[in-house]
């Protein structure tokens, strides 16, 4: 059997990790700047979060949810505490996929209406609801096309006003920070405004915080910069460091019914203590504050570049634009100087490296994208 050949693959293959750096096959260690997508919150291997999945797996790795499963509960209480919504409930699942299809679905349940404002450059998943939302119409088969959704330009409060006035919007979803779209930010009166008016015409305020939460930006959630509460919060990448695990905070405001929502493997106690340990690893090691503080760092000095069109980002969620097409210089960057990084289009490269980079990571960092830019 083949593999099913969907993904452009560099020819490397990453065998261990530790802290911010991998190591691939031959013994060639690099310096990871993006954690796999965003996913690597607290290190590779962190013998705190090894610890926790090693002695949950040899006690339970999985039962059904159809029984008390405490360890939920510990979860929720540590997200809660850690991100200033233990008012708020939590429903777990597996992908930031399914988190913003049970999110795009509760929103539905609640007020009975069908369309979705989402925006331009978004992108929030490939499953059926959450692939519909996502601003990207070559990942968009005809089976997915049935639900109305309207895209509109960031920043542009009276396009959405014009929407919502209309009455038959159930949910406007957003991400805290646009990441597949080049680290867009969205302005917090933007933010501030689509509370107000998701408010005015009773439409539910869906924050997509799947790659900018958990502390990424510098704050737990990047949303948490413009000061409003919307009314469901979808996570997933850094929740579980790795393990995979999704989930969903929802406001007081909605009520649930059994078998509204339902999921086998979500919340699974393997996929708890890993959770577990990535909250407990964060306040313990203050990594939300090093976020804000190494990214500052690197955000200043990458700004110092030459070629460089514009940078935006908050914490280690970055996006460095250039002038030019990056991939001669991002292949440099990986083959040469043996730095992993990402990016979005043909002009940014992305940054979402573990929020345990030390700020000496981060000056080796910028010096080896000097030398890859030839400075």
Not at 259 to 276: D, R
Request: proline fraction near 4%.
């Amino acid at each position: 059997m083949k593999l099913f050949d969907v993904y452009p693959l560099f020819n490397i293959e990453i065998v261990k990790g530790k802290g911010c750096t991998v190591w691939d096959t031959e013994g060639t260690e690099y310096l990871d700047l993006y954690g796999g997508h965003a996913v690597i919150s607290v290190g590779h291997s962190h013998p705190k979060y090894v610890a926790a999945i090693t002695d949950q797996v040899n006690k339970l790795g999985f039962y059904s949810n159809s029984v008390i499963n405490s360890l939920q509960q510990v979860l929720a209480d540590k997200l809660g505490k850690a991100s200033g919504y233990d008012d708020y409930a939590l429903f777990l699942i597996n992908t930031g996929a399914e988190a913003n299809e049970n999110a795009l679905k509760l929103a539905s349940f609640h007020n009975g209406k069908r369309r979705v404002v989402s925006f331009r450059k978004s992108f929030h998943g490939r499953t059926s609801a959450a692939v519909r939302v996502t601003d990207n119409p070559s990942i968009i088969a005809p089976v997915n096309e049935g639900m109305p959704v309207t895209y509109l330009p960031l920043n542009d409060l009276s396009a959405v006003e014009e929407e919502l006035k209309k009455g038959d919007v159930s949910s406007v979803i957003i991400e805290g920070i646009l990441g597949v779209g080049g680290i867009q930010i969205p302005d917090d009166y933007f933010m501030q405004g689509l509370r107000e008016l998701c408010t005015k015409y009773e439409v539910c305020l869906i924050l997509d915080e799947i790659q900018s939460g958990y502390g990424r930006s510098g704050k737990f959630f990047a949303h948490q910069y413009a000061g409003i509460r919307p009314d469901i919060i979808t996570v997933a990448k850094g929740i579980a460091n790795g393990f995979p695990m999704g989930g969903v905070l929802i406001s007081p405001m909605f009520k649930p019914s059994y078998g509204m929502l339902g999921t086998t493997f979500g919340g699974n106690h393997l996929a708890c203590a890993a959770g577990m340990a990535v909250l407990d690893i964060m306040e313990e090691e203050k990594l939300v504050e090093n976020a804000a503080k190494v990214g500052e760092y690197l955000i200043n000095e990458l700004h110092k570049l030459p070629g460089i069109k514009e940078i935006r980002g908050r914490g280690l969620m970055i996006g460095v634009e250039f002038e030019e097409p990056i991939k001669a210089v991002r292949n440099k960057l990986l083959f040469e100087e043996k730095v992993f990084t990402g990016v979005a289009g043909t002009h940014t490269i992305r940054l979402l490296p573990p929020l345990t980079l030390t700020m000496e990571e981060a000056k080796e960092a910028i010096k080896r994208i000097k030398k890859s830019l030839g400075v």
